[in-house]
């Protein structure tokens, strides 16, 4: 069993910027791949990036590729979404999750074992 939490949502004006975290508890998640969600209000759930524990390479969806950065902390265990440059269309609750293959592009929710509860970022004009 693995344990997400996500923190660090919030609203924000256009133009700025958040740190999401999502902190992991549990089983061994070295060989996990952390990836991040989000689900826009009366939209379908789309994959945003991942990263994995044990290599450097970090994988951004093409709408947010430049403006969002992927990095982690294996001491606290604890992986981190920047999201910069923040426009209303990314008004969204921003989900945590994990699987346990290789990192890649367009990661599917159904492939994720794990999730967070979420953490809800509104971006206003």
């Known amino acids: 069993q693995l344990q997400l939490v996500e923190s660090g949502g919030g609203l924000v004006q256009a133009g700025g910027s958040l740190r999401l975290s999502c902190a992991a508890s549990?089983?061994?998640?070295?060989?996990?791949?952390m990836n991040w969600f989000r689900q826009a209000p009366g939209k379908a759930r789309e994959f945003v990036g991942g990263i994995m524990w044990s290599v450097t390479t970090t994988y951004l969806a093409s709408s947010v590729k430049g403006r969002f950065i992927l990095s982690r902390d294996n001491v606290k265990k604890t992986v981190y979404l920047r999201l910069n440059s923040l426009e209303p269309g990314d008004t969204a609750v921003y989900y945590c999750?994990?699987?346990?293959?290789?990192?890649?592009?367009?990661?599917?929710?159904?492939?994720?074992?794990?999730w967070g509860k979420g953490a809800r970022v509104t971006v206003s004009l």
């Open positions: 549990g089983d061994s998640f070295s060989s996990y791949c």
């Open positions: 999750a994990a699987d346990e293959s290789t990192c890649g592009e367009n990661r599917r929710e159904e492939d994720m074992l794990y």
